[in-house]
């Protein structure tokens, strides 16, 4: 059965520091894999997807996630944390015509 | 373009009452989904539309919920009755293409539905 682990509930950062979320995917196939970042009062806002090729996505707002079939992980990562990227975070895997999803990771930033 | 819009954002009723929530997705997306996010837990998958039929219905918890696409244009969720186990966030999303894996699909801000 597909599932997605997220096994970060909360993350707190320092402004300027370098993040990396963490993500675990269980999917039989090719697995079609995203994040979505989550404002308050906002849409699940698509951040970057990975289908196939470069295992290394770059995706909006200077992110980027690598996967890494071996680890069946997508992590996400940003070199340098801005106070406006405070959200929850999502991790998805697309199978048939549905998202599984992670129960998601909070981010504190501050100052 | 307006992305995907949910109304009400909020909603409180008292376990036994009937609550509608509505979703219009993007104009010319044939695919809409419902989920669910039960506080702490991820969001699952409810259903998909493709236009006016339902796809798939694997994930509705119960036959307390009723969802319609009418005309293949904006869904209604409906729960009724309402019990406590309904409160949650409920999103909804659409998408242009196949409704397959690779689609991407546009989330609304989603529904926070308390029962009491």
């Known amino acids: 059965a597909q599932s997605v682990t997220q096994p970060d509930i909360h993350i707190t950062v320092s402004e300027g520091a370098s993040l990396e979320l963490r993500c675990n995917y269980s999917?039989?196939?090719?697995?079609?894999l995203f994040w979505y970042v989550q404002s308050p009062g906002q849409g699940l806002q698509l951040l970057l997807k990975?289908?196939?090729?470069?295992?290394l996505v770059q995706g909006i707002k200077g992110f980027e996630a690598e996967f890494k079939r071996s680890q069946s992980s997508f992590n996400l990562r940003k070199p340098s944390v801005h106070w406006s990227d405070a959200a929850e975070y999502f991790c998805?895997?697309?199978?048939?015509?549905?998202?599984?999803f992670g129960t998601g990771t909070s981010l504190t930033v501050i100052p | 373009e307006a992305g995907v819009t949910q109304f009400p954002s909020h909603s409180v009723i008292e376990k036994g009452q009937t609550v509608t929530l509505r979703c219009d997705p993007i104009?010319?997306?044939?695919?809409l989904y419902w989920y669910r996010r039960v506080m702490g837990k991820e969001i699952k998958f409810l259903l998909h539309f493709v236009k006016e039929s339902k796809q798939d219905e694997s994930g509705m918890p119960n036959n307390r919920f009723l969802a319609e696409r009418t005309g293949g244009t904006y869904s209604t969720l409906k729960v009724q009755p309402a019990e406590l186990e309904d409160s949650g966030v409920y999103f909804c999303?659409?998408?242009?293409?196949?409704?397959?894996?690779?689609?991407?699909?546009?989330f609304g801000p989603g529904t926070r539905l308390t029962v009491l």
């Open positions: 998805a895997v697309g199978a048939g015509n549905q998202f599984y």
């Open positions: 999303a659409s998408s242009q293409a196949w409704g397959s894996a690779t689609d991407t699909q546009y």
């Open positions: 990975y289908f196939s090729g470069d295992t």
């Open positions: 999917y039989g196939a090719t697995p079609y």
């Open positions: 104009s010319g997306h044939d695919n």
